[in-house]
């Protein structure tokens, strides 16, 4: 298979990986079976085409490259991928499942770039950088997402007073309803915290793997573990001790705050790309 196809067959199955994860990780907090049949089929049709690729590379070398450290990693995220999807189908564990596919989605993603660093062409540098664009935008879009969650969290606040006070009636009606508010500002958390998490993955693969320094006590690094902490506990706080209202959306400005002050002030501080 030449290497533009398989570069592309790399960008396809990363796309659709986190696609599914994102989808798992939906289904986990909501209890939505439609969303888990769609992680499904997708993560099916992942393992598919890393089976392609896995024959591929059979047909090309005779043999299948488990002792090689860099194709047995591809090979290890195959076989972790096909027991995700065994597990998912006959026992339901959607918890086990999300969290052993970020770990299949980890090494494969590690392998891809380290396939790519092995082999020093144009194409294989076209990948690594393909590699940290997806960690830049999948940030921005994460990161706008979390500004939505905090401008409907702000509007319920701002509701709920008005409704205590009893003032400003047409101003009430144009808001809109504080539950209506309460779970948009919700939902949206919910997709902007693991594509945050599939962003800081891709970022820290890519910068172990590129020629760019990568720094663990960096203050961007450090602020963005922390943004990802503080969102995962307003989740489960919501979805474990069911808190919602005034509380729960303070708990998002509070964390949209922290979020901007890390993008603004500690990317200052940083030594790491200017994301």
């Not at 196809?5 to 209890?31: H, K, P």
């Not at 392609?52 to 990693?73: P, T």
């Not at 999300?98 to 380290?114: D, K, P």
């Not at 997806?134 to 709920?160: D, M």
Request: with cysteine; hydrophobic share 60%.
């Amino acid at each position: 298979m030449a290497i533009l196809e398989q570069i592309r067959l790399y960008e396809i199955i990363v796309l659709l990986y986190g696609l599914s994860l994102t989808l798992y990780f939906y289904d986990f907090v909501e209890r939505n079976r439609k969303a888990n049949r769609f992680a499904f089929w997708l993560l099916l049709f992942v393992w598919i085409l890393q089976t392609g690729l896995l024959f591929s590379n059979i047909y090309s070398n005779g043999f299948i490259a488990m002792f090689n450290g860099v194709e047995g990693l591809y090979f290890y995220a195959w076989l972790i991928l096909l027991v995700s999807i065994v597990v998912n189908y006959f026992f339901k564990v959607d918890l086990v499942v999300f969290i052993v596919n970020l770990i299949g989605f980890s090494l494969m993603v590690l392998s891809i770039l380290n396939i790519a660093s092995s082999d020093a062409t144009a194409a294989t540098d076209y990948i690594i950088s393909e590699i940290l664009v997806s960690h830049i935008v999948l940030a921005f879009v994460a990161y706008t997402l979390y500004t939505l969650s905090f401008a409907f969290a702000t509007l319920y606040l701002i509701q709920f007073y008005l409704l205590k006070r009893k003032r400003w009636r047409s101003l009430v009606k144009r808001i809109g309803n504080l539950a209506q508010l309460e779970k948009i500002s919700f939902l949206l958390t919910v997709f902007a915290t693991p594509l945050l998490l599939i962003s800081l993955i891709l970022g820290v693969l890519w910068a172990y793997t590129a020629d760019d320094l990568f720094y663990w006590m960096d203050a961007k690094t450090v602020g963005s573990f922390v943004v990802i902490g503080i969102y995962s506990i307003i989740l489960y706080i919501r979805v474990r001790h069911k808190l919602i209202g005034k509380k729960i959306a303070k708990w998002n400005v509070f964390a949209f705050l922290f979020l901007f002050c890390n993008y603004l002030i500690l990317s200052m501080l940083s030594n790491f790309h200017g994301l």
